[in-house]
Structures are given as C-alpha cells and as structure tokens.
C-alpha cells in the first residue's frame, strides 16, 4: 500500500507539475503576469510567494492549476485591461500559453522514452522465428503457425526481428510475398493487409528466460530468480516463454508445479498463482494466474540521435493507440465501463513500481500522453475548449459574449464532473471485484 500510494503521488505530482510548468513558462516569456502556481486544487496547504507569484501545494491531490492575471474559466477574474493581463494579449499568444500544458506532457513523454531507450536500450530480437500468432488475425488466416521462421519478405532476405518489421511496413500499402521455412518445407504466402493492421500479427519467438521477478509475488517466494530457465510447468515442457504464459494464465488460484534450471542445476517448486481480473473491450472479466515473472528481453545499446528517433516513434505509436480506443469509444466497440480514474492510476503505479524505476517512468509516459490528448478535447473548462473559444474569438475578431462563454463553460464543468464521478464509480466496482 505504501509503495502504491508513493508511486500514484510521484507519477500524478510529475505530470502535473510538467503540465502547468507548460502554461507557466509561456505565459511569463509572453510577459503575463501569473498570479499563483499550485500542486493540487484548493484548500491551500503550503505556500510562499515569490515576486508577483505565489507557489503553493493544495489538498486536493487530482491536478493543479496556475492563475494568470485576467484569465478565468468562470469569469471571476477581474480585468483592468493592464497591459500583463491575459486578454490584452493577441489570440496567437493566448493559444501559446493554453496549449503549452499538453505539449509538455508530450514532451515529457518522448524526453522519458528517449532516455529510457539511451540508458537501456531498445528490445532486439535477433530471431526470426514466429513465437506467437494473434488470434484472429491475418497470419492466422493465412496458417502461419508459431514455430515458422521467416526467410524473406518481397524478395528481401531477412536475419532479425527488427528487419521483418520494417519490410511488412515498408510493404503494408500493397500485395506482398512471404517466404517462410517450416521444419523442412519452404512456403511462400502471397500477403495482403487490412488498413488498420500494422505487424501482420505474429510476434518473435521468446526464450523461457526469465529477466525480472516481481518483489513479494509467488515467484520470489518459490526461489525463481532473474537468469532462470522455466523448463516444464505441470509437467508440461516449455519451449518458449508463450508456452509458460499460457500454462500459468489458465490456471488462476491453483497450484501449479514449476520447473527450472539455473547454472546447469534443476530446481522444483509448487507455486500458488494471484488471481487477476482483468476486462476486455466489451467489459467481460477475464480471469487469468500470474506469479510475478517478466521474460528476458535482449537489448541493443544505442547513441543519442536513435533514442531520439526511438523517443518520437514510441510517443507517435502511443497516440495513435490512445486515438484508437476513444475512436472505439465513440463507435460503441470499447465498452466505457473500462475507463479508469485515480484509484485504477494509483493501483497502476504501485504495479509497475514493483517491477522497477524503469517500468514505473515507462507509465508515466504513456499517462502523461493521456493527459496531454485528454486536456485537447474541445470541451469547455479545459484546454481544449479554451482553445476553440481563442480560435472562435480569432475568426470572428472580437471577444465571444461573456454570458455565451460563461454557459458553455459551466456545461463543460458539469461534463468534467459527471465524468469523473462515472470513472471514480468504475474504478470503485473494480477494486470492490
């Protein structure tokens, strides 16, 4: 609980704080006067003023806020029409400072995945052997089978993973030829596929190695250690780690007889697996075993100019995952009852604390892009809305009337608070199963 609790304040306290250091640092290089700069909403807990500035920490710990002179999404500001004020700004430098909040979680995001990727570097799969074939994908229907290794791509010969991803997407816009190898039998698949496929649907074949083990799970407890070969589980040999998940998830609650070798020498234990719950996009709970173990991923060391160039990539894919699901949303195919709130971010954090600093920084990018996507929804009272009323005001070049942008932005609040009561409310039923 201590761990979860520290891990949800130093994740939320950074995205926040990054968010508003966004809206901070342009509103002050436009030379507007910010007025307060807090952590957390009102009650005020601690504060000091420096210069025209008062910095704070409030009690509400579920964001942050900073007050410009002459900016109010309420319209409680009193403007004198000062020269610092927000609104005697031109609509280009209101914008600016606006949307600096969100571009900064996106910053912050692909600052975290570059330096994660320069300091650890970026998975390498020097395989081209199929491990896993996605259910219901075009590799399924087209019988590739996990165990197949892949020989070349459109004519091209390739040696890693790395190579058999950037051929299917350099060749993803049209009809391209695989060439795989099968025991002794050579294939070649004519490959075509659909628009919103990206990876054909297989994955590469893993090694039973384990890399982490998750402090307290059942698996420490048993004596698994990093380096470790899972050899059999409930008797049933395991060639690759797919081989192990599986036998592990189908097994919740029970105990299971795991074998592995280390240093040459064979080792035996009857472990417990944890329960975990999980929901699919239709909101149906899957139940499915874990005892705390994460494969061994090679690595490849990179210089400065590919972590930048991996940061961008992972920030983009990130998005266009997040994009997804609110399209999803939207079309009805996700179900909203999978919406999260604090308590899922907080459980979260503490999950991935357990499993290191590096984990932990790595779910900080992926919310802080949610935060960044989520405050560029044109709904008033946040950013996004802010945003459009600032366009609004630009085309029709006069100020929107202020009972218009006061209605609107007490419906948008409504919003805001009915969603997070609903997400609160998702959270709680969740924990409560």
Sequence with gaps: MLTTIVAAVFVLGLLVFVHELGHFLVAKRSKI??????LGFPPKMIGKKVGETEYCISWLPLGGYVKIAGQSDLGEAEIKGEPWEFTSKPVPT?????????????????LIFSVLALGWGIPAYDTTRIGEVIKDSTAEAMGIEPGDWIISIEGEKVENWAQVQKAIVLNRSKTFHLQLRRDDEVKTLEVTLQPEEKILGISPFLEPVVGNVKRGSPA??????????????????????????EEIYSHPGDTIAVEWRRNG?????????????????????????????????????????????????????????????????????????????????????GETAHWGWKNLFGFAAFLSINLGLINLIPIPIVDGGVILFLLVEGAIRRPIPRKLRLATTKIGLAIIVLLMAYVTFNDVVRWLH
Excluded: C
């Design 33 to 38: 006067r910010v007025e307060q700069f807090s």
């Design 94 to 110: 209101r914008i600016a400072v606006i949307a600096a909040g969100p571009v900064m979680n996106f910053l912050l995001a692909f």
């Design 220 to 245: 420490q407890r048993a004596g698994i250690r990093q380096g470790d070969v899972i050899t059999a589980i409930n008797g049933k040999q395991v060639t690759q780690w797919e081989d192990a998940v």
């Design 265 to 349: 020498e064979d080792h035996e234990a009857a472990i417990i697996t944890q329960v975990k719950r999980q929901p699919d996009v239709q909101n149906e709970v899957i139940e499915y075993g874990v005892i705390g173990i994460s494969p061994k991923f090679a690595s490849k060391r990179i210089g400065p100019i590919q972590a930048i160039y991996y940061g961008a990539q992972q920030t983009w894919e990130r998005t266009y995952l997040i994009l997804k699901v609110i399209q999803g949303l939207i079309s009805g195919q996700i179900s909203p009852r999978l919406l999260g709130g604090p308590i899922l971010i907080a459980q979260m954090a």
